[in-house]
């Protein structure tokens, strides 16, 4: 059975309407788009990963600058 690429519920083929349903929040698909939203998702979350990393990263590096320039503001008083 599919999996509803938005929450995760079940999603059940609806023949009259040629569109499959999610059980859980009722968004409805036809096949077609089910696999290209799954694509979607699928590619979205990978470049989600990386730029999380990214901005993690960044923000350590501006803390590591802010935490250091601070100290030597410190050492001037
Ligand atoms: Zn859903």
Do not use: T
Not at 21 to 42: F, M, N
């Amino acid at each position: 059975m599919a999996r509803c690429p938005e929450c995760g519920g079940f999603m059940k083929y609806h023949s009259a309407i040629k569109q499959v349903v999610c059980q859980s929040c009722g968004l409805s698909l036809s096949r077609h788009e089910l696999d290209r939203y799954w694509k979607k998702v699928r590619s979205e979350n990978i470049s989600e990963d990386d730029d999380m990393q990214q901005k993690k990263n960044r923000r350590k590096e501006w803390l590591d600058w802010y935490s250091s320039s601070k100290e030597s503001k410190e050492k001037d008083y």
